[in-house]
């Protein structure tokens, strides 16, 4: 089981920016991508960026493209989601989530590939 532990929501306005930040403790040695999901209330769970881990392929969500940056930390076993020019859609819930399976890359956006999840964290921007 892996354990994930989400930071730096809060409160920004719009055309600001934020980083959140994911770390992983448990059986990090099994995981083979990472993604940050949001979510408003009573809508499903959006993927927006993911990261598959023995080649660093990437997935973002179109509305962030250009937008938010996903990196990672292996010293840390941390992975950050930069996010700039942000609009006042940015705002939900934002999940970190890690998968252990072997995904290919079109299934990086689908929450099914992923089976830890950390508790979340608001993020809201004013506009």
């Known amino acids: 089981q892996v354990q994930l532990v989400e930071s730096g929501g809060g409160l920004v306005q719009a055309g600001g920016s934020l980083r959140l930040s994911c770390a992983a403790s448990?059986?990090?040695?099994?995981?083979?991508?990472m993604a940050w999901f949001r979510q408003l209330p009573g809508q499903e769970r959006e993927c927006v960026a993911a990261i598959r881990w023995r080649d660093r392929v990437t997935y973002y969500e179109r509305s962030v493209k250009g937008r938010f940056a996903l990196s990672r930390d292996n010293d840390k076993k941390t992975v950050y989601l930069q996010m700039n020019n942000m609009k006042p859609e940015d705002t939900a819930i934002y999940y970190c989530?890690?998968?252990?399976?072997?995904?290919?890359?079109?299934?990086?956006?689908?929450?099914?590939?992923?089976?830890?999840w950390g508790q979340g964290t608001q993020v809201t921007v004013s506009s």
């Open positions: 448990g059986r990090t040695f099994s995981t083979s991508a």
């Open positions: 989530a890690t998968g252990s399976g072997s995904p290919i890359v079109s299934s990086l956006s689908l929450a099914s590939t992923y089976d830890s």
